[in-house]
């Protein structure tokens, strides 16, 4: 269990104590455990170690990884994602943020550095599925000028069992 001070110690002594910068870094074989955790934390159907090494090991797929320091020197994953390319076109296969440190723009780092990479690459386009309800989701991805070019329905099942409607989203690099 991660020990948290109470808000109001963040507040007399946040100043003394600053966020430790994230850094983003391709993902080794090592970080699998902790990123299948991640994506356990974060969706109804989760993919094994054995699942996210295999995609990971993969020439045409990139796993970036966002790390944030502690006070011990270790930095463990708070986020990852999942991209995989085809010629001048890439895909979202899953970005995941942990439960206890979204809303701290975590995912909207991870996706500036995955295209910042998939420039470099000559990436033109970049697409992604996201269920329709996930608002917070879908208003990162159109922040980022991601644009709706489609819609899957039933393409998702939710932990209760119910079918949701994926929106295809594309943004032109």
Not at 14 to 20: D, E, I, R, T, V
Not at 61 to 81: D, E, H, I, Q, S
Not at 129 to 150: C, I, K
Request: one cysteine or more; aromatic letters at 10%; charged letters at 20%.
């Amino acid at each position: 269990m991660t020990y948290a001070p109470p808000p109001a110690f963040r507040l007399m002594f946040g100043w003394m104590f600053p966020p430790a910068p994230v850094s983003f870094e391709m993902a080794r074989p090592d970080d699998t455990p902790a990123l299948q955790a991640v994506h356990a934390a974060s969706f109804a159907h989760d993919w094994s170690v054995d699942e996210l090494a295999s995609l990971i090991g993969e020439p045409n797929v990139l796993c970036l990884v966002a790390k944030r320091a502690n006070g011990f020197g270790t930095r463990r994953p708070v986020g990852f994602l999942l991209l995989r390319v085809a010629v001048d076109e890439a895909e979202v296969l899953t970005i995941a943020i942990d439960p206890r440190r979204r809303g701290r723009g975590y995912g909207r780092q991870l996706m500036l550095a995955g295209i910042e990479r998939l420039v470099r690459r000559g990436v033109a386009s970049l697409f992604l599925e996201v269920d329709e309800g996930n608002s917070s989701a879908v208003a990162l991805y159109q922040r980022l000028g991601f644009v709706r070019v489609g819609v899957r329905k039933g393409y998702y099942q939710t932990a209760s069992g119910e079918k949701a409607t994926a929106l295809v989203m594309r943004l032109d690099l």
